[in-house]
């Protein structure tokens, strides 16, 4: 089936693509949730081996956010152990409140099904990725964090993850404020390829 793209608009999006932070958001403006609902759809559209689909997304939005926040520092303050520090704390607490939505994102292994974890990682994050380039093409900010309680495995628990599953991140959606905003530092890609032609 032929579509007729517009390739250059299509490629401006992946070089605009860019983490954007939540204390960069517009304070109290909010997405509308249909616009998060296609969004998800385009994670869903992601390539996944043997059609497992194992990405899952927690989203949070309106009240939610505070519960969220709270949530999340209850479980870093009691798990985080030796790895504790005062300021993730306090970001774990503010950031979903500057932020429009938060969406957990995990991977869940699929029963009974006999695939390798990092088949189900990959296609996990090319949901993640579709995510971002979604928040882009709508002029939206993002960013996912990875920090946190993300790898707490005690935090699986509270999201009705089990041990064999993971927290991928937690993605921050907001209006971006007035920012700069450059292209994303990046060495040549050139520097990253053998090209075997014969």
């Known amino acids: 089936m032929q579509h007729n793209y517009d390739i250059n608009q299509f490629n401006s999006i992946i070089e605009n693509r860019r983490s954007i932070y939540p204390y960069q958001f517009e304070k109290g403006k ?24 194992p990405w899952r997304f927690n989203v949070f939005s ?5 519960h969220f926040a709270e949530l999340q520092t209850e479980i870093y303050k009691k798990f985080a152990g030796e790895k504790f520090k005062e ?24 029963a009974g099904i006999s695939i390798a974890e990092v088949e189900e990682i990959i296609a996990t994050a090319c949901a993640i990725e579709n995510i971002y380039l979604s928040i882009a093409a709508y002029g939206l900010g993002g960013y996912l964090s990875t920090g946190g309680i993300t790898y707490i495995e005690e935090a699986k628990g509270y999201f009705d993850l089990k041990p064999e599953d993971k927290i991928m991140g937690i993605f921050y959606i907001g209006f971006p404020g007035n920012i700069a905003n450059p292209l994303s530092k990046r060495n040549p890609v050139s520097q990253k390829v053998s090209w075997t032609k014969e």
Do not use: C, F
């Open 30 to 53: 909010k997405i509308a949730d249909e616009i998060i609902w296609k969004i998800l759809e385009n994670a869903n559209r992601a390539p996944t081996h043997k059609l497992t689909e």
């Open 62 to 66: 309106g009240e939610g956010l505070k």
């Open 87 to 110: 300021k993730k704390l306090k970001n774990l607490s503010e950031y979903p409140l500057m932020s429009s939505h938060v969406i957990l994102t995990s991977m869940k292994r699929t």
